[in-house]
């Protein structure tokens, strides 16, 4: 090489080095010590490549000649793909996971040539192949463009987008139905490499329809959340049957993505406002909460899963929370690892001898047959190579290449990595009896013969992350070389990349908002009337047209703005669904088309559903709306709330709630959340602003979007007394019984409606019309629905709750955010169940659309008690709410019975006040504060019952609340490994076998299966005493290993036998079957529940329904 050249090059690696210090120092001066440990490591590497340039050049060169002859050499001259299964007959199936990394090894080889300037060319051919390569996946994707429409409105595998293509057409190879295309990380996985290798400088985007369809896949990865898909592995759960769940990884994945294209101009530096992608921050914000509360479990039916292992660490880099990312890869780590590789999951039968290749989905209890022989994979360690380069450990760099070396195969083109290791048909018995005893056997990479012919098979997914591996650890290629974005980072210290479109800055992705953040809070009156009557109270308002040129949208409206992002009519994509958006997304200050807006929150949009008519709710949701954006914002600036105060809200009671919510405003807290309340024009310039520049500059915005508009009142209130009252009417409650109703006509109905004013009656003659007459029947000029939606309208302004709820059911009611509401119970790892207490139940195991709820609600609630098809929607609505800002409440409750929990809260009131008043009179706010007190235990820590309630209302309560000890669901597991027989409860019997045979101790799946069991007892009180038992019996059989039962453990017989003991001890002779004295009992005293039980177990014992040693001394504590 010419001596010239080699200086030349030197010299603008120093140059290219001290500009990267240079923005290295621009990033930030808060950052951490992990930012200056790499920066530091990158410049010790950057001076031994100048220092040994020549022998740098030399290893790129060995590494060139590598990837032409190991991935290059296989890739689509017309698609740019690369093949998934080099033993194929004919080479024709391309997957886009294993072309994204073939492309990523080609790429980072690229980014490392970059350092070059006699690179000979190679640079630039790396470059375009990979950019062909993401061209590629792509135009196969555009042409199935009509599939991301629907997925947008239907989450289903048959509108999902394929993962395998023609390798030379760029077709679909499988049908729907005849392949697992439904995998989210996939997806997920293609955006942050299209992101990374953008940012490099590379042009992959050419086209504004190209653009718009980027955008819709974002819009493919928001709902990751709530979409059960086939995950990395393309099974779906482990019992490979078909089934999809909901896999952490295709989540972490997902959230990542959004992260990394989040205000990514995809044409790079020469682009445009309209090259711009947008993400939904709320639903980023749903994505990270459903990853958190699903690590370190990967699925319900995965325990754990070396998927997370890429998902956590490079490339996605999905979380930064140190202690979290320790706690999954040490599970993973712990469970997984072998002498050989990585499992991919327990029970995995892929690649192993005893798996039938014949046979697409495996037999019930088939995983079994695979306990303790899985295959081991060696990409793993690879992973755990690039990770230990990321952190400067060099330590572990050393020990994951000396684990991997020796599993590596030799070729004449260069070490190849082993797909997997699998162990002999004739070690299989002896590897399950001692496992890692075995000799394994690799996977047929390396040359094989297919239809005689000689052919090279290589592990390209594997491969390319090797590459890129040993380009790191040689100190070719930096660590920000191959993360442009920084993802390796906190959101805080990364680099900015615009700050015209928001971005995450504000803490890390995965930690709490800082205590210094402060929520600016602009009050806006509808009235120049209004907001002088509050003037003289000392609050300070601003109206509609003195924020003027500043406009104030409905959420609504918002919605409508971004249902024109990504419109492309000629691909048939229509944008952004018109969901509503969260309390993320109305804390931002929008600019479009020459505009300034402010979008206030959902809850202060007037609704015909009637939880607004209630302003203690309506403030209390305020507070939890405050609460929720001092803990979730994570964007740079700060969050802006907009409240509507309406004259309405003044009337009644409700006034008091509202100027003490605004006295707490005035003094700068909210419960312990920073507020400040000013001019909307003095915040903007510390405010959150997101411009929406995708909107046509020529649009009509005036006519197109309706604003909210000043309201001219007339004249002036001197003070809240000139606010109008209603007039006195009859509440007292006068329900009469409906066979008086069923026997008059429709015309002596009517007759009774007018002549009453009380309206309970009326309510009811409502409904009796209506159910023989319909909604449509005229009374007195009015249909029935008309009459209904004013009787409820007055019974509102009168807090006259069980009316209000009474027409609302009748008028088949639904409150709009209760699909959400729903969502966030499920992503926090609840199942949720709809009925009346004592009927079936239905469950929900995955989001569901309005419809379907609405659907649920009618058929399980309204036929046996009308108001609690209502009733019940108020509950999910407050759980929602809950879980969101207290997940701490539903410790120990698995499944959520909505039908339970109402029943529970009776058991409440009955206890607490001696008044004999209906649950249904109770306002919205008294409803949400009561179902508060039944979830919050107030015990002592430690104390497992509440001391200020009796034992029987403890029991019925938790009971009710399907609450459970901690580790309850494994003790169940140990007491089904003891009973061959199996278990029953109330008429359910759990077998041991396929349970244990299919399922494993931790799965969720095992725990669901567990309340399934538990679902069949009708007795709050006795479901508690059950799970008592289980606790007992579990300790006797742990404490003597040497047990087990004979029989099936029937559960229903041992609690009745100690009860029978119970009422010897009491001297009662009379066999009956209440069992209130018994409940009623504590547990652990001398004459306790627990010693009776223990009795019953050990009679038992003594009839041979246990085997073991007959010296059987057992103290349960």
């Known amino acids: 090489m010419n001596p010239s050249s080699v200086n030349r090059s030197t010299t603008d690696f120093v140059v290219a080095v001290d500009a990267l210090r240079s923005a290295s120092n621009d990033v930030s001066q808060g950052q951490h010590c992990r930012e200056r440990k790499s920066s530091a490591y990158l410049d010790e590497r950057a001076k031994n490549f100048q220092a040994n340039y020549e022998e740098s050049v030399t290893k790129l060169n060995r590494y060139y000649k590598q990837v032409k002859r190991q991935i290059l050499r296989f890739q689509s001259p017309t698609t740019g793909l690369f093949p998934r299964d080099l033993t194929e007959p004919q080479i024709i199936s391309a997957h886009v996971r294993d072309s994204v990394y073939c492309a990523a090894a080609v790429w980072a080889l690229a980014q490392a040539y970059k350092r070059i300037d006699d690179d000979r060319g190679r640079t630039h051919e790396l470059a375009q192949s990979a950019v062909k390569c993401m061209r590629g996946i792509l135009e196969c994707w555009l042409h199935q463009a009509e599939k991301v429409e629907k997925f947008k409105q239907s989450q289903t595998p048959k509108n999902s987008l394929h993962s395998v293509f023609h390798m030379v057409t760029g077709e679909s190879i499988f049908k729907d139905n005849e392949y697992e295309h439904l995998q989210i990380d996939c997806v997920a996985l293609y955006l942050i490499f299209l992101v990374q290798m953008i940012q490099s400088g590379l042009q992959i985007i050419f086209t504004t329809d190209e653009v718009n369809f980027v955008q819709n896949l974002v819009f493919y990865v928001e709902r990751a959340y709530r979409t059960p898909d086939f995950g990395m592995w393309e099974r779906g759960s482990k019992y490979n049957n078909g089934s999809s769940e909901l896999h952490a990884s295709s989540i972490g994945m997902a959230k990542s993505a959004l992260e990394a294209i989040n205000g990514l101009n995809l044409f790079g530096n020469s682009g445009a406002h309209w090259s711009v992608v947008y993400i939904d921050i709320d639903a980023h914000y749903r994505n990270r909460t459903t990853f958190d509360s699903l690590l370190p479990r990967e699925s319900a039916s995965k325990n754990t899963d070396a998927s997370l292992i890429p998902t956590i660490l490079w490339p996605a880099f999905a979380i930064h929370e140190e202690q979290l990312v320790n706690r999954t890869i040490e599970k993973v780590l712990r469970r997984l690892k072998g002498s050989h590789g990585l499992k991919r999951f327990l029970r995995d039968g892929h690649g192993t001898v005893l798996e039938d290749k014949s046979r697409k989905y495996y037999r019930p209890s088939e995983i079994k047959t695979f306990d303790g022989i899985e295959c081991e994979w060696p990409l793993f360690y690879i992973y755990l190579i690039i990770d230990s380069v990321y952190k400067s450990d060099s330590e572990k760099v050393a020990h994951y290449q000396k684990l991997l070396q020796p599993l590596l ?18 070690c299989m018995e002896q590897e399950k009896n001692a496992p890692g005893t075995q000799i394994r056997l690799p996977s047929n990479e390396g040359k094989i013969k297919v239809n005689n012919e000689s052919r090279d098979n290589i592990f390209l997914w594997g491969q390319s992350v090797y590459i890129i591996s040993q380009l790191l650890a040689d100190g070719l290629l930096n660590i920000t070389e191959l993360d442009p974005i920084r993802r390796f980072l906190p959101a805080a210290e990364r680099p900015r990349p615009n700050s015209r479109y928001s971005s995450f800055q504000r803490g ?10 402060v929520i600016q809070v602009v009050l806006i009156a509808e009235s120049v009337r209004l907001q002088q009557l509050l003037a003289t109270y000392g609050i300070q308002t601003q109206t509609p047209h003195q924020i003027e040129p500043i406009q104030i949208w409905p959420p609504i409206e918002l919605a409508k703005a971004y249902e024109q992002l990504g419109v492309n009519n000629k691909l048939g994509l229509s944008g952004r669904p018109p969901r509503p958006f969260g309390g993320l997304g109305t804390a931002k200050i929008y600019r479009a088309c020459g505009y300034t807006f402010i979008c206030y929150p959902l809850l202060f949009e007037v609704s015909d559903f009637y939880l607004s008519q209630d302003m203690e709710f309506v403030i209390d949701d305020v507070k939890s709306d405050l609460q929720f954006l001092g803990k979730c914002w994570k964007l740079a600036g700060r969050p802006t709330f907009c409240m509507i105060l309406r004259e309405d809200n003044l009337r009644g009671l409700g006034a008091r709630h509202i100027f003490d919510l605004l006295a707490a405003f005035k003094r700068g807290d909210c419960d312990g959340i920073k507020v400040r309340i000013g001019r909307l024009q003095e915040f903007i310039s510390s405010a959150c602003i997101e411009h929406l520049d995708f909107l046509d500059m020529d649009a009509d915005v005036e006519n197109i979007f309706r604003p909210f508009l ?32 069923h026997q008059k006509t429709p015309w002596e109905l009517t007759q009774s409606f007018n002549q009453t004013d009380n309206i309970y009656f009326q309510a009811q003659i409502l409904q009796e019309l209506l159910n023989r007459e319909g909604l449509y029947f005229r ?43 729903i969502t966030a119970i499920l992503v926090r790892g609840k199942q949720l169940t709809i009925s009346v207490w004592g009927r079936e139940e239905e469950v929900i195991d995955k989001p569901v659309s309005p419809n379907d709820i609405k659907s649920i609600l009618y058929t399980k609630c309204f036929p046996y008690d009308v108001i609690q098809a209502v009733l019940q929607q108020e509950l999910i609505i407050n759980i929602g709410t809950f879980i969101t800002t207290n997940p701490e409440l539903f410790n120990g409750i698995l499944k959520i019975r909505i039908g339970w929990i109402v029943q529970a809260m009776k058991l409440e009131l009955k206890y607490y006040d001696d008044k004999d008043f209906s649950i249904n009179s109770l306002s919205p706010s008294m409803i949400k504060k009561l179902l508060y007190n039944v979830i919050k235990r107030k015990s002592d820590e430690g104390q497992y019952y509440s001391p200020e309630r009796s034992m029987l209302w403890n029991r019925q309560l938790d009971g009710a609340l399907n609450r459970v000890p901690p580790d309850f669901y494994e003790r169940i597991w140990r007491i089904l490994e003891r009973t061959p027989s199996g278990i029953k409860v109330a008429g359910y019997h759990l077998p041991q076998q396929p349970t244990l045979s299919d399922m494993t101790q931790y799965e969720l799946n095992f725990s669901l299966l567990v309340e399934q069991m538990l679902s069949k007892i009708i007795d709050p009180a006795y479901r508690q005493i059950i799970v008592e038992l289980f606790v007992i019996v579990e300790a006797i059989l742990s404490r003597n290993p040497e047990l087990s039962f004979n029989k099936a453990v029937d559960l229903d017989k041992l609690v009745h036998e100690a009860f029978e003991l119970f009422l010897k001890d009491r001297g009662e002779k009379q066999k009956h079957d209440d069992m209130t004295a018994f409940y009623n009992t504590l547990p652990n005293v001398r004459h306790g529940t627990t010693i009776y039980m223990v009795r019953a177990i050990m009679n038992h014992l003594l009839d041979g329904d246990l085997r073991g040693i007959k010296d059987f001394q057992c103290i349960v504590s």
Do not use: M
């Open 710 to 741: 000043e309201k001219d009142k007339g004249k002036q209130f001197r003070s809240f007394t000139d606010i109008p009252k209603i007039t006195k009417i009859d509440l007292t409650e006068a329900w009469v019984h409906n066979l008086e109703l």
């Open 779 to 821: 009374v007195d000029g009015d249909t029935v629905e008309e009459k209904l939606v004013k009787l409820n309208h007055l019974a509102g302004t009168r807090q006259n709750w069980s009316v209000v709820r009474f027409c609302s059911s009748l008028l088949h009611k639904l409150v709009d955010s209760l699909a959400p509401s």
């Open 508 to 517: 890390s992705a995965e930690q709490s908002s800082p205590n210094d953040l």
């Open 409 to 426: 195969l030799t070729s004449e083109d260069g070490p190849l990595v082993p797909r997997y290791y699998y162990v002999p048909k004739d």
